[in-house]
């Protein structure tokens, strides 16, 4: 792949921690380290991902999910022979694939890291499972949510039989919400400053 570094100029100036992408060798130590890597999960690896960036792959890269795949397991930082922060590159690319608007409204892992999973974690300072499972299954029509309840109804129901799974949602928001609240509320002034 030949180099076409403005998309790379661009990432290493607007994505978090993008910059560090100049120093990957290409090894393949982080793909081959990482536990989606063998289940086919990732439509690139990290090496691939800083590849494409570097060859100016800005469609490909910022519309793909494969950034969005990444489980936050480190296990590619602690084997980088260089030290690399790869997992703090990877989710600083879903984050500028985001602020460029470049993320495809389909790309399920994007929707619910951006608006299921976040908005359940702001409503109340915690993960409710049940309510956080219920809004990703309906979140492109009540159709298509019946259809998604009833193809995981058996997962469902043994996550109820061992007990890992409440079906009551948690009421009421944590304790220390307000604090809470407005250290997000600072996070995003800092963020746009």
Same mark, same amino acid.
């Given at each position: ?139 492109? $029509?009540?159709?298509? =949510? ?5 193809? &995981?109804? +058996?997962? #469902?129901?043994?996550?109820? @039989? ?9 009421? $009421?928001?944590?304790? =220390? ?5 407005? &250290?997000? +509320?600072? #996070?995003?002034?800092?963020? @746009?400053?």
């Amino acid at each position: 792949m030949a180099y076409n570094l403005s998309f790379a100029r661009k990432v290493y100036k607007n994505a978090e921690m993008g910059h560090w992408i100049k120093m990957c060798m290409q090894c393949g130590v982080c793909s081959g380290s990482c536990p989606l890597g063998p289940l086919g999960a990732w439509e690139f690896g990290p090496r691939e991902i800083f590849q494409r960036v570097r060859a100016g792959k800005e469609e490909e890269i910022l519309g793909s999910g494969a950034m969005w795949m990444c489980t936050s397991c480190y296990n590619c930082i602690v084997r980088c022979p260089r030290g690399l922060p790869i997992t703090h590159i990877v989710h600083g690319l879903a984050r500028y694939a985001v602020e460029t608007g470049k993320v495809k409204p389909t790309q399920p892992t994007a929707r619910f890291a951006t608006k299921v999973f976040w908005n359940n974690i702001v409503k109340t300072g915690r993960v409710g499972e049940a309510a956080l499972s219920m809004h990703l299954y309906f979140i492109d $029509g009540i159709g298509t =949510g019946i259809s998604n309840v009833l193809e &995981m109804k +058996d997962v #469902a129901l043994g996550m109820l @039989k061992s007990k890992r799974l409440n079906p009551i949602p948690f009421r $009421g928001k944590i304790k =220390g919400y307000d604090g809470f609240k407005k &250290m997000l +509320d600072k #996070a995003f002034e800092l963020e @746009k400053k």
